[in-house]
């Protein structure tokens, strides 16, 4: 049972260049979600989904977009990268949005140049 | 103001002695409550639910006052791999789950 697998674990980009993060979980879980996380800070919703089909935008969700195919898998896409992205990512699950007890991944480290 | 705030730290202890973090939440229609636990760099991992009653999990306390919108952790007996940042969570029935900015704690021999 691997959890949630988040890749890459690190990444540099250049601004204006485009990727996607991945993050997939094998426990059947409902409710997936992405965070980001600055230095000294707490994690900040970016997007998140309730289910296969359904997204809904977070806190900071701006230069970001998801979607959600499948119940196992979130991809987490940046667009147009910008410094002000550098961060460290985290996807987390949960079995449902009522028994909303996070799982998460180990993170993918970005930096922007 | 944030949804959620945190005493924002750090606290440096010596092994052995008591500390209580606290937590308010600005969101009346906030329907469960949690501590998690992050070490340097690492991924959150939940330390334990918090309710209405109270609960405890060995040298953890957990508290949440609904009417004033406050929730506390207690930790007793403290030890060097207590030593991370105490993240407090508060979620809504849609599952939005919002995080506090954490408090640092450091526990020295």
């Known amino acids: 049972n691997a959890g949630v697998t988040q890749t890459p674990k690190f990444q540099v980009l250049k601004t204006g260049q485009s990727m996607t993060l991945q993050c997939a979980q094998d426990?059947?879980?409902?409710?997936m979600s992405w965070y980001r996380q600055d230095p000294g800070m707490g994690l900040r919703l970016i997007h998140y989904?309730?289910?296969?089909?359904?997204?809904d935008q977070g806190e900071v969700p701006n230069g970001y977009n998801v979607s959600r195919s499948t119940t196992e898998d979130f991809p987490l896409r940046l667009l147009s990268a910008a410094p002000s992205q550098t961060s460290v990512y985290f996807c987390?699950?949960?079995?449902?949005?009522?028994?909303?007890?996070?799982?998460f991944g180990a993170g993918s480290r970005l930096t922007v140049l | 103001r944030k949804e959620v705030e945190q005493d924002p730290g750090p606290f440096n202890v010596p092994e052995g002695a008591t500390v209580a973090f606290n937590c308010t939440y600005s969101?009346?229609?906030?329907?469960?409550f949690f501590w998690y636990r992050q070490d340097c760099r690492k991924e959150p991992k939940l330390l334990m639910s918090?309710?209405?009653s109270g609960n405890e999990d060995g040298r953890f306390t957990a508290q949440l006052n609904r009417a004033s919108q406050y929730i506390s952790l207690l930790i007793r007996d403290s030890k060097l791999s207590d030593s991370a940042t105490y993240l407090c969570?508060?979620?809504?029935?849609?599952?939005?789950?919002?995080f506090g900015d954490g408090t640092t704690l450091t526990v020295k021999p």
């Open positions: 969570v508060v979620n809504t029935n849609a599952g939005k789950s919002t």
């Open positions: 989904s309730v289910g296969a089909g359904i997204t």
């Open positions: 969101n009346s229609a906030s329907q469960s």
């Open positions: 918090v309710y209405s």
């Open positions: 987390a699950s949960s079995y449902s949005t009522r028994a909303n007890v996070l799982t």
């Open positions: 426990m059947n879980h409902e409710y």
